[in-house]
């Protein structure tokens, strides 16, 4: 799924709080009109936490900043995957499991607009097709730079493998630490939140699945 650039009718606009399209970069994920009614809204954050409470030199920029941040976070959005594989596909006679540990990913959550942050897990079985290692992290950053729970974050990354590779398994785990809980002091102990999405073979062998499962085993993130 690609999003398009939307607001593409740019319209040189200025929001109520003064901001206007030409004040911000071109954009990946939002374009300057949509990046002014972003600093329009942070701005109107800014003042409902009350001036009193603010460093107006040190916000006075925030609105722009966020909007520009945002657009870096969400790029996820605007990834056509056919680019991101550029014809990294191979047919292989090769039928053990492939398995790619410990992907760093930085994420959003939908909730709190907060980040999350962590590890993915990546495994599947291939059929007759495998997919170029240097792949798979960049197509869980296309999942993870999106307003994401962890849970959709984890199948969604497993049915585009599977979609894609057509493997006779798929196995995505995630562990992630959500800023949202860690900050409000929820979960101190272990934070991180493990999540997993199983298909095909790694969900119906259990021998299979173990293997996989022994792979991550020793992986201590
Ligand atoms: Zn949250």
């Known amino acids: 799924m690609v999003a398009e650039n939307h607001n593409s009718n740019d319209v040189a606009v200025v929001t109520s709080n003064g901001y206007k399209p030409s004040m911000f970069n071109a954009g990946v994920t939002l374009n300057p009109s949509t990046k002014a009614q972003i600093a329009d809204s942070v701005n109107e954050i800014l003042k409902a936490i009350g001036p009193e409470n603010l460093d107006p030199q040190g916000t006075e920029r925030t609105p722009l900043r966020v909007a ?27 039928d053990q499991l492939v398995v790619v540990k410990s992907i760093e990913f930085y994420s959003l959550c939908e909730h709190h607009l907060l980040p999350f942050y962590g590890y993915a897990h990546v495994g599947y079985l291939p059929d007759k097709k495998v997919v170029g290692l240097s792949k798979i992290p960049r197509i869980v950053d296309m999942f993870a730079r999106r307003l994401q729970v962890q849970e959709r974050m984890t199948q969604e990354i497993a049915s585009f493998l599977d979609s894609l590779i057509d493997p006779k398994g798929v196995g995505v785990v995630v562990e992630g630490t959500h800023m949202c809980t860690v900050m409000r002091g929820v979960r101190k102990q272990d934070p991180r939140m493990v999540t997993s999405a199983v298909m095909g073979s790694l969900r119906d062998n259990a021998a299979t699945r173990d293997e996989f499962m022994e792979h991550l085993r020793n992986t201590s993130v």
């Not at 870096?72 to 995957?81: H, R, T």
């Open 68 to 94: 520009e941040l945002f657009d870096e976070l969400l790029s996820g959005y605007s990834i056509d995957p056919e680019q991101l594989l550029n014809g990294a596909l191979f047919d292989v006679e090769y």
